[in-house]
């Protein structure tokens, strides 16, 4: 077996990383920690591709991919039989999810040297930044399934860190403690999935798990509850875990939120790395959904199918560019979502398995661009609301270029890297449900369109007095943006179906032109209608506005879901379950307490007069005392 | 010398010092007349001793020591109870128990 011992450099240098410049960061210029930090995240870069290249390339591969343990150690021991380990898993995914998490954030990295600059906090950020690029990758080479729990919590804290990162902004110390509690609470559901799971089958470990001929998958036709083996259960659960993390409905509230933190945040966490935890999971367990669990793939496939659907329409009347891309990306996550639920194991059945593990690797790519973009833009003109910005092409000539790409890459056009991946999903779908590839297929138009209105309002439309002129970022920024629009134009062009496939056996798979054509055709479509109606200011959005008054509002609102939150958590649980608990507490318990106390101080209160203090006094008690003893043991006894 | 006094007598003497001595440290407020209450209490046992020593084990000894001992004690305890009051005077100005009441509740 090949040696990759190195792998465990790329997770502790981040971790160093995160103690060195956290404690010892203030001490030196805020430069110092950026560079530092960056050139930690490039070393983890170049292991990563190192990495990739002897996996999938160097090492010979006759039957497939196999997975390998590169690092195992003990690392919590309960009995002989009940032993939690930490380590390093190298298979297909977990080797392209290195690749993705190094990329982008060291990408990440370099972006935010130019845009933190002059922040305070400079050295917090960026041991953050660390932290969390340690959590991810720890997450994504788990040996078993509680190490991925351990990881799972560590990213979802380092997201609340870096969301609240601007602790003095009011909305944003709101936004981070949603995102906390809303994922905590989809975290319960993983917690008792990973429970019922083990429970089960006897083991953490995911090898054995997902082994074809494991326990997991053999004893599945074991017990039952409500008509599902419990194995079947125990994947929803999990699932919930996943959709929570990954923004699925109805869990997603705490995405757009989170755009609270700063612009290089969004694109590394909540676009191209954390928020795909969740597909990444449904795909580590994969073996077991579709083998052992139908039904719950079919949850899958329906959540994300809907997900998808759902936050397209809302992204098309979002003014907040930065919300724009938010449910953007909730609506290319439930692709991902999607694409994994129609997929079958092995071959040419598991398509889906693959178009989603490749949407998600194109998808990073273009959407922390799209972010990054949209930071240099907001960097530009100091607002995030799309009505207060327009013609900045002139002003942002790399910005420009680098967003369009991106946004042609999103929206699915050849030869770029969007259109390989999403043709490959919309193929998936097709073999498998209908009902779902057709939503799919107008998800796809709305994408176009919805982007497409992003990129004329930001760079075309009406021309906009600012104040100062807008200028370009500096190259620390736009070099990223230029690195990574590069990558979305060529990874379409990585054979997937040859390295990361549901089975690690290598399928031929072509672009099947019954469904590439039309879903071109429907992205110029949707670029065409934003093209008439945002490329001039016209009157033509006001108008369809009005025209679909109730969709218009019901999807500006965003389909009231917070509201239904607010409404579910204040008047239902806080009213009717807390505010009577609250009272028990205060009442009862407390009252029981209080109670006690009040009996000792009134019967001491009525008692304490005997300690006068006064020696006489004493001295009488004292003598009739031994008098009445004298008396009892003289007469009485 | 005692030939003739019955042993009653003596005892009759002590309990009424004794009771004496208990119903003046009672009542009394000064810390000083206290003082010499119970000294009349320490003497009244001292004529019990040697009375009884002396009708009951004529050439035994026992009784006087008895005595002296409390003797003895009465004047440590004497010296210990003025040094006290004197403090007491110097904080409360007075010497009246009932005014020292530091130690109620």
Redesign the interface.
């Known amino acids: 077996m090949p040696d990759y011992s190195y792998t465990l450099l790329i997770l502790l240098v981040p971790f160093a990383l995160f103690i060195l410049i956290g404690l010892f960061g203030h001490k030196f210029k805020p430069i110092v920690s950026g560079i530092v930090g960056t050139s930690g995240l490039g070393l983890g870069f170049i292991l990563s591709l190192l990495t990739a290249w002897n996996y999938f390339f160097s090492h010979g591969h006759g039957e497939g991919y196999k997975a390998i343990i590169a690092y195992n150690q003990t690392w919590l021991r309960f009995t002989d039989a009940l032993q939690v380990k930490l380590g390093i898993l190298l298979d297909p995914i977990s080797v392209m999810m290195l690749v993705v998490i190094t990329t982008v954030s060291f990408m990440v990295h370099i972006y935010s040297i130019g845009y933190m600059k002059d922040e305070r906090g400079y050295h917090r950020f960026f041991s953050f930044l660390s932290l969390f690029s340690f959590s991810m990758l720890g997450l994504v080479v788990a040996t078993n399934i509680f190490q991925m729990y351990i990881f799972w919590e560590l990213v979802g804290v380092s997201s609340f860190l870096l969301i609240g990162f601007y602790y003095q902004k009011p909305s944003a110390v709101a936004a981070s403690k949603k995102a906390f509690i809303v994922t905590r609470f989809a975290d319960l559901g993983f917690l008792i999935g990973i429970l019922i799971l083990s429970y089960t089958t006897k083991t953490l470990d995911f090898l054995t798990l997902t082994d074809p001929n494991g326990p997991a998958i053999t004893h599945a036709g074991g017990a039952t509850f409500m008509g599902m083996s419990v194995i079947t259960w125990s994947l929803i659960f999990v699932f919930v875990g996943g959709a929570g993390k990954s923004a699925m409905f109805p869990l997603h509230i705490w995405l757009p939120d989170a755009m609270e933190g700063p612009t290089p945040v969004s694109a590394l966490i909540h676009a191209a790395t954390m928020v795909v935890a969740g597909v990444y999971l449904v795909a580590r367990l994969f073996p077991i959904y579709a083998m052992a669990g139908t039904p719950a793939l079919e949850v899958v496939a329906y959540v994300g199918a809907f997900t998808s659907l759902f936050a397209a329409v809302i992204a098309c009347t979002q003014l907040d560019i930065k919300r724009v891309l938010a449910y953007s990306t909730m609506s290319q996550i439930g692709y991902m979502m999607l694409a994994l639920g129609v997929s079958g194991y092995g071959g040419h059945e598991g398509l889906g398995f693959m178009a989603s593990m490749f949407h998600l690797f194109t998808h990073a790519m273009f959407k922390a661009l799209l972010f990054l973009g949209a930071g240099a833009v907001i960097h530009a003109v100091h607002s995030n609301y799309m009505n207060e910005m327009g013609g900045l092409r002139k002003y942002l000539p790399i910005t420009h270029i680098t967003f369009l790409i991106a946004c042609l890459t999103i929206a699915g056009i050849y030869p770029l890297s969007g259109f390989f991946s999403k043709d490959e999903i919309l193929a998936a779908a097709w073999e498998h449900n209908k009902i779902i590839f057709f939503s799919a297929y107008f998800v796809a138009g709305l994408t176009a369109f919805y982007m497409f209105r992003l990129y004329y309002n930001i760079f075309w439309g009406k021309e906009t007095h600012y104040h100062h002129t807008p200028h370009e970022a500096p190259k620390v920024m736009t070099i990223p943006l230029m690195f990574l629009a590069v990558a979305s134009v060529f990874t379409g062009f990585i054979p997937f179906h040859h390295l990361v496939t549901s089975d690690g056996m290598p399928f031929d798979s072509h672009i099947e032109l019954g469904v590439a054509i039309p879903s071109v055709l429907i992205a110029l479509v949707g670029i065409g209608i934003a093209t008439i109606m945002y490329r001039k200011e016209t009157l033509m959005p006001g108008k369809m506005a009005k025209s679909l008054k109730h969709l218009y509002q019901w999807s500006f609102h965003k389909f009231y879901i917070d509201e239904v939150y607010l409404f579910v958590t204040k008047k239902i649980i806080f009213r009717y379950i807390s505010v009577p608990v609250a009272w028990f507490d205060r009442h009862v318990v407390d009252g029981t307490m209080n109670g006690i106390a009040w009996v000792i101080t009134y019967t001491s209160n009525l008692i304490?007069?005997a300690?006068?203090?006064?020696?006489?006094k004493h001295?009488?008690v004292f003598?009739t005392g031994a008098v009445l003893l004298v008396v009892i043991f003289i007469y009485l006894w | 010398m005692t030939e003739g006094i019955p042993l009653h007598y003596f005892l009759i003497i002590s309990t009424l010092m004794f009771f004496i001595g208990i119903y003046g440290f009672l009542t009394r407020k000064n810390l000083i007349t206290m003082l010499m209450s119970t000294e009349l209490i320490l003497n009244s046992v001292n004529i019990n001793f040697v009375a009884f020593n002396r009708y009951l084990f004529p050439d035994k000894f026992q009784g006087h020591f008895f005595s002296l001992i409390i003797i003895a004690v009465a004047a440590a305890e004497a010296a210990v109870a003025i040094a006290i009051i004197i403090n007491i005077y110097r904080r409360f100005k007075s010497i009246d128990v009932q005014k020292v009441d530091e130690m109620k509740y």
Not at chain 1, 611 to 616: K, P, R, T, Y
């Open positions: 304490k007069g300690q006068s203090g006064q020696l006489q001295a009488f003598v």
